[in-house]
């Protein structure tokens, strides 16, 4: 059975400062995909990033950047300098190839940027 | 940019009512899904389907849930007899076939009273 952790419930942090959200997956898939998910106080749901298991890679786009080691079966995301446009509720999620696709979902973790 | 759209936002039903959600996905999108997420917790799978038949449904999805996809471009979630705990807010997704990345739409609220 899949499975998505976010340990963390909310991060409050001072506007410029960097926010770190752990998500902690576990699958027996071997091709697997992980996204993160932005839900602002508006409610829906926002694409973020994408990551395939094959490609482990790190990159940065924009503020955001983001550590998968599979390893560890960590896919952590960053957000550089927040803003208070950031505070929102971030959901991890993992799909396999291996089902129709269906997602995931941690439980979130809300990020609240104050000035 | 094209996107998912829902309708409508916001419903408030009498418990026992039948309720239809109503989704139009992305036009040349060929999986679509339905999730579902209670006020404050986290987003959980209800339906996929494919080819104009459920390829996949969570223990959720009992007999009171439905879906079709009735024309070329709509996708709905029928409840048939709402109960309190359906109160939550239903989101539609949809993916292409080469891409893995969902996209959902901005979600309805539905409030069974």
């Known amino acids: 059975a899949q499975k998505v952790t976010q340990a963390q419930t909310e991060i409050s942090v001072v506007e410029k400062e960097d926010v770190t959200l752990d998500c902690v997956y576990e699958?027996?898939?071997?091709?697997?995909?992980l996204f993160w998910y932005k839900q602002p106080p508006s409610g829906e749901l926002v694409f973020l990033i994408r990551?395939?298991?094959?490609?482990?890679q790190n990159e940065i786009s924009g503020r955001y950047s983001w550590n998968f080691q599979k390893s560890t079966s960590s896919f952590n995301f960053t957000i550089t300098a927040s803003q208070v446009v950031d505070s929102a509720v971030y959901f991890c999620?993992?799909?396999?190839?291996?089902?129709?696709?269906?997602?995931?979902f941690g439980a979130g973790t809300q990020v609240v940027v104050t000035p | 940019e094209p996107e998912v759209t829902q309708t409508p936002s916001h419903q408030v039903t009498q418990m026992g009512q039948e309720v239809i959600l109503r989704c139009v996905p992305i036009?040349?999108?060929?999986?679509f899904y339905w999730y579902r997420q209670i006020l404050g917790q986290k987003v959980e799978f209800l339906v996929s389907?494919?080819?104009?038949?459920?390829?996949?449904k969570s223990e959720i999805f009992d007999d009171q849930f439905s879906v079709e996809r009735p024309d070329g471009s709509n996708f709905t979630l029928k409840i048939r007899s709402t109960k309190l705990e359906d109160s939550a807010m239903y989101f539609c997704?949809?993916?292409?076939?080469?891409?893995?990345?969902?996209?959902f739409g901005p979600g309805t609220r539905l409030l069974v009273l």
């Open positions: 997704a949809s993916r292409g076939r080469s891409q893995e990345t969902q996209y």
């Open positions: 699958t027996r898939d071997t091709t697997y995909y």
């Open positions: 990551r395939n298991s094959f490609d482990e």
């Open positions: 999620a993992l799909g396999g190839t291996d089902s129709w696709g269906k997602l995931q």
């Open positions: 036009s040349n999108h060929l999986y």
């Open positions: 389907f494919y080819n104009n038949e459920i390829s996949e």
